[in-house]
């Protein structure tokens, strides 16, 4: 009994060691780890911000009637050129019949007026001719009698407009009649003939007949998150893609930060705008969507590498690298790094062009194999 356990003792002890022998041969038949090298390169590193939102006119003036009442007849359309002063549309004009009726007795009540002062005045001259009056008291009653022949004018004149909108003797300045105020281009025409209007006033903003803008001046309005506004500052540089022209980018100016953001979806917005720079090729339309890259900083053709090679020491938090000096060798070198775009970061002294960088943290195949 004794005797068959010794020997399963000795058997396990045997084969443990036969495995561990095992074990320590395959791990010494394993190829070494063969480091791959990337050496520096010339690189344009841009340092961007991004923003979204929309071309918009610099100016954009709405047309609005001073007179309410019916459109009788629109003379331009979207797109069409316009000058300060050009005819846009012609209103009908539905009369308030209250304010028609109080006109009417407005005239009726200075031509009792004026019918009076009529007589008066052939009173006072037949007293002037016999001598009885002073050419003063003649005056006075010749001065009431043409003060009440123009009140009876303006009350006329009054009922024609309510009436009508216009009057005699007034022309072009008819406030049926609806003019550019600005010159421009029309971006849109909002109402059609036949469209009641309701008159601008202290009370109502009105209805807008027509918008017209300078297209040449146009600006990018968008917003930026709150993790980027820090970083801007006005009279940076702007790149403006506009989703609906391809292969095209419009250079800008950022103008305007809003210095109180908005909650919008949980996060902080806050607006920004820029001014496009004039395009003489390019039309561009009123509210396209846009994207905006705020330009940073940027570097023209300086010396870079990948940001995947740079490392951290644990301790100082300083940048190094792994420079290769012999098959397989490597020496750390500590390296001063300038701006990155995410994927090339500028080396502004540590390294040269010669130097081959260690990838020290590409994954090797059978890693990538053993995680899937």
Not at 25 to 40: I, L
Not at 183 to 208: D, Y
Not at 361 to 372: D, F, H, I, K, M
């Amino acid at each position: 009994m004794k005797k068959s356990v010794t020997l399963t003792i000795l058997l396990l002890i045997a084969v443990t060691f036969g495995s561990a022998m095992y074990y320590l041969y395959q791990k010494n038949a394993e190829n070494p780890v063969q480091y791959e090298t990337e050496t520096p390169t010339k690189e344009t590193i841009v340092k961007k911000a991004m923003a979204t939102g929309s071309i918009l006119p610099l100016e954009e003036v709405l047309i609005k009637p001073n007179i309410s009442g019916v459109i009788e007849e629109i003379f331009v359309e979207g797109g069409d050129f316009v000058s300060s002063g050009d005819l846009l549309a012609r209103i009908k004009v539905v009369p308030n019949l209250s304010a028609l009726n109080d006109a009417r007795n407005a005239i009726e009540d200075v031509k009792i007026t004026l019918a009076d002062q009529r007589r008066n005045l052939a009173r006072q001259t037949a007293l002037f001719d016999k001598g009885v009056i002073s050419q003063v008291d003649l005056e006075r009653a010749q001065v009431a009698h043409d003060q009440a022949k123009q009140a009876h004018a303006a009350a006329n004149k009054r009922f024609d407009i309510i009436k009508t909108g216009t009057t005699q003797g007034y022309g072009n300045a008819a406030n049926t009649q609806i003019r550019a105020t600005v010159s421009g281009m029309v971006l849109e025409v909002p109402v059609e003939v036949g469209n009641q209007v309701i008159e601008a006033n202290n009370f109502n903003e009105g209805t807008t007949l027509a918008a017209i803008a300078d297209v040449e001046k146009m600006i990018f309005e968008g917003k930026v998150d709150e993790s980027e506004v820090g970083k801007i500052k006005e009279g940076l540089p702007l790149e403006i893609t506009v989703g609906a022209i391809e292969n095209a980018v419009f250079d800008a100016t950022l103008d305007y930060i809003a210095p109180k953001g908005k909650e919008e979806n949980g996060a902080i917005q806050f607006e920004i705008k820029g001014t496009l720079a004039q395009q003489d090729s390019i039309f561009i339309r009123a509210g396209l969507s846009a994207n905006a890259s705020i330009i940073l900083a940027r570097a023209e053709e300086v010396l870079a590498i990948k940001e995947a090679l740079v490392q951290f020491d644990e301790d100082t938090k300083k940048p190094f690298v792994e420079v290769r000096t012999g098959d397989q060798e490597f020496e750390r070198r500590e390296v001063v790094l300038g701006i990155s775009d995410g994927i090339h970061v500028q080396i502004k002294d540590g390294l040269s062009e010669n130097d081959a960088v260690k990838v020290w943290n590409r994954v090797r195949p059978n890693e990538l194999a053993g995680n899937n």
